[in-house]
Every structure is written in C-alpha cells, then in structure tokens.
C-alpha cells in the first residue's frame, strides 16, 4: 500500500460518518415519536373496523356500542333488568340479632357469625334499630372498663338503612358507591322487613361469586349421601339454580318452599311429595302454614321401554 492510500480512503470515511451520524438521528427521532406513530396505528385500526362496520351495515356508533357491551360483564347487562328483592337474603333465612338478648349472647354470636354485619332487632324482627359491625364490637370492647357482660350493643350499632324491594340492582349498586356502605335492609311498600342485601350479592350478579377459603356452605342446604338435598324452606330458589346449576323458576315465587306451595295449590302436610321441574320435592317438616324442611333429589329417568 503506498502512501497516497489513506488520501484516496479519507472521502469514504467520511461518507460512512455521515451515514452513521444519519442513522442515529433518524433512530432517536423515531424513539421520540413512538407515542404518535402508536396512536397513528390504532387510528388506523379504528378505521378499517369503522370501515368493516359499514360495509357490513353497522354505524361506526353502533358498532363501539356493541364493542361497549361485549367487553362488559354479562351481569352487568341484567342490573336494570332485576330488582334488590330477586337477589336478597330473605328475612326467613337471615341472621339477625336480639336486642334483648343478654349482651355476652350477642358478642358471642357476632363472633362466631360468618358475617362481619348482622341486623340488630328490638321487639320483632319487623323492627331492625340498628346494624351490628364485628369491627365496632372489638373496638368497643378493647375500652377500658367494658365486658361484655356491661356492654350497650344499642351504641355499637350503627343507625339502619332501609331501601325499597323495587330498587333495581343498577340504582343500588349505585347507591351502595355513593353512600360508601355495604349493607341495606329491604323493606316492602308497607314498611315490612323482607330481608338484607349486600355490596356482595350484587357483585356476585356481575362477575359471579366471590368465595375464599373461609367462606361457609351454602346456608340452609345439606348434601345428603344419596345425593339428594334438604333445604331449609327459606333458601332463595336464586342462590339455589346458581349454586346446582338448577333452572326452578322464580317468576311466581321467591324461595322454594313458595314454590311448592305455588305449583301445589295447597299447604302440603309433611311426607307429602311432588315432582316437577325435573326433581322430586318431599315435604319433611312444617310449622303452622310453613315449610320449614324439604328434600329435593332430581327424578330418576324413565328406562326405555322394549
């Protein structure tokens, strides 16, 4: 190599500085405009679906409101559609408290419930004074100088809420949000108690139910070992087609002993049976004109005939 070499080479290292000194720039410039061509691309999506939508002759509006409601929860869907009395804790089955109880019966109750709220009633049920929070009790007794011996569970309680049986789960839902609380007492149109709803129980409309390792079986449902049920006359015929996957309708009736009484037309006397709906109701056990105890097993399909 002589010595004109590195002479005749100096141009071409110069062009390939230039090149490279290009390329960075234009590789920084496109970092710092990641976000725009990002937002550029969805545009560009929204489009050619905007423009499927036409041709497929759906308005661009009707087409992100069907997108809106595909990406919701199908509970969500069926909130205007069904009221705080389809979904309640019927006043038969609830736990409630006794005011006139003796103050240890109704810490120790309040301690042992599964729930951290319980209704607290004075003279009857009809007349809910106040609503019990676990988290209120500990704190009541951590003061100094209480038992619960001495304790005044009427302070404890917090004042009650009371929310029509005609609300829809949209407008509770929406009130339970607004008010921050997590616990309503239904009432009918003459004021009478029909039971208790919760933040809870409208969740479980929207995503399902929501249950860890501490949550208790189903209240006032026994599995026995031949596979039949026995339910308590109060429990929902709603919590029970959602925890076996039954489909009893609830159009005429709110819990399963109104159901038999329903499709009965009469108070049945206890061993009385019927069938319908694909299962077999037995009456066990009843206490005036109630059904307090019933066992439910699923009819045995007829053999084919030869």
Do not use: C
Not at 51 to 58: A, F, M, T, V
Not at 66 to 80: F, N, Q, V
Not at 239 to 248: H, V
């Amino acid at each position: 190599m002589n010595s004109d070499t590195p002479a005749a080479l100096a141009p071409l290292f110069w062009l390939l500085a230039v090149l490279l000194l290009g390329l960075i720039v234009l590789t920084v410039a496109l970092f710092r405009r990641r976000k725009p061509i990002a937002a550029l691309w969805r545009a560009h999506q929204e489009t050619r679906e905007a423009e499927g939508d036409r041709r497929g002759g759906q308005s661009p509006r009707d087409g992100a409101a069907a997108k809106s409601d595909r990406e919701k929860s199908p509970g969500m869907l069926d909130l205007d559609a069904l009221e705080v009395s389809d979904i309640m804790i019927h006043r038969t089955t609830m736990r409630a408290l006794n005011a006139g109880d003796p103050p240890e019966e109704i810490v120790k109750a309040v301690l042992e419930s599964p729930y951290t709220r319980m209704p607290l009633w004075a003279g009857s049920v009809d007349n809910i004074v106040g609503v019990v929070h676990a988290k209120d009790l500990l704190r009541a007794l951590a003061e100094p100088g209480v038992e619960p011996k001495n304790l005044d569970i009427t302070r404890v309680a917090q004042k009650p809420w009371f929310v029509p049986d005609t609300t829809t789960l949209k407008e509770q839902l929406a009130a339970f949000l607004r008010r921050k609380e997590h616990f309503a007492t239904v009432v009918d149109e003459y004021g009478e108690v029909q039971g208790l709803v919760t933040l809870q129980d409208i969740l479980k409309e929207i995503v399902g139910d929501i249950s860890d390792e501490k949550d208790v079986d189903m209240q006032g449902v026994r599995q026995e070992a031949d596979g039949s049920l026995v339910v308590d006359g109060g429990v929902t015929i709603r919590d029970l087609n959602r925890a076996f996957d039954w489909n009893l309708p609830d159009e005429e009736a709110t819990t399963i002993a109104g159901l038999v009484i329903h499709e009965s037309k009469s108070i049945p006397e206890e061993r009385q049976a019927f069938t319908f709906y694909g299962k077999r109701f037995i009456v066990m056990k009843r206490v005036k004109n109630r059904i307090t105890k019933l066992r439910v097993r699923p009819v045995e399909p007829e053999a084919p005939r030869t």
